[in-house]
């Protein structure tokens, strides 16, 4: 949190959304410490290699390995951190799912230029999807003869809610083209790409309502595709969840 400020980093609202800013501010301490080693390599060849000092070219050049051993010895330990470190860690905490029945799980589809989102409703069952009923008025392809999908709740365009301190599970795809959902303040980044449906998970620890940005130009109106995403408390979610549940539009497909 102190480190999110100390960078001017936008508000943070996500328990995970910490050691990002962690990991984005070591990359810059890391860069800052390969510059000063660089640029002082630099002066010192500079220095070393001065004209008064060497007024002929050495046309021969290095003959010891030592900088192969050295590139050699790097390859090696890159290795070691990407494999032995930056898989299983990426392994452990991207993949690490929380439990279905303890998130709230949604579907987000992307399309030009709108966010479309589907809750599952009382049951807790997605209604099945299927590309042949994708059209116009049925963004999801959901089979209208499926009962599981009567009571999927589809808010309004571009309007997607979820409880605070509660995980969400949010299954990412897209109708047409690649979209990106984006939302900053939850530290949350995925590509929404036709026919995959890729799950994220979050937390949201701050109540708000916040702005879903497509991070992946997709067309004209790109610039103009946003949407909101609001973090309720519980009892405001349950009423917002029930008033989009009796306007929903999933009943109109049977
Ligand atoms: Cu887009």
């Given amino acids: 949190m102190e480190l999110t400020k100390l960078l001017g980093m936008p508000l943070l609202a996500a328990e995970h959304g910490k050691d990002m800013d962690g990991l984005i501010f070591y990359v810059h301490v890391l860069m800052a410490l390969l510059f000063a ?23 021969a050049g290095v003959k010891s390995h030592a900088s192969s051993y050295i590139e050699g010895a790097v390859v090696i ?6 494999l032995g470190f930056a898989v299983p860690l990426w392994a452990k905490v991207a993949d690490k799912f929380p ?22 409703g009382k049951d807790g069952v997605f209604g099945k999807q299927n590309p042949k009923f994708v059209n116009a008025s049925n963004a999801f392809g959901v089979d209208p003869n499926d009962p599981a ?39 949350v980044n995925q590509d929404a790409t036709p026919g995959l449906r890729v799950p994220i998970h979050f937390t949201p620890t701050k109540e708000g ?27 405001e979610y349950d009423e917002w969840l029930d008033k989009k549940s009796k306007s929903s539009s999933a009943g109109s497909l049977e």
């Fill in 99 to 120: 439990a279905e029945k303890d998130s709230t799980v949604i579907r987000v589809t992307a399309q030009q230029f709108a966010w479309n989102s589907r809750y599952p």
């Fill in 37 to 59: 080693g660089w640029m002082a390599y630099f002066i010192y060849v500079l220095f070393r290699f001065r004209k008064s000092r060497n007024p002929q070219a050495d046309h």
């Fill in 149 to 187: 999908a009567k009571d999927d709740v589809v808010p309004p365009l571009n309007e997607m809610a979820v409880p605070v301190n509660k995980p969400v599970i949010a299954h990412i795809t897209s109708m047409d083209v690649i979209h990106s959902f984006k939302i900053y303040p939850l530290r």
């Fill in 77 to 82: 330990f890159e290795a070691v951190l990407l």
């Fill in 209 to 235: 309502k916040y702005q879903i940005v497509c991070a992946q130009l997709c067309g004209n109106s790109h610039y103009f595709m946003k949407g909101y995403f609001t973090v309720y408390g519980q009892k």
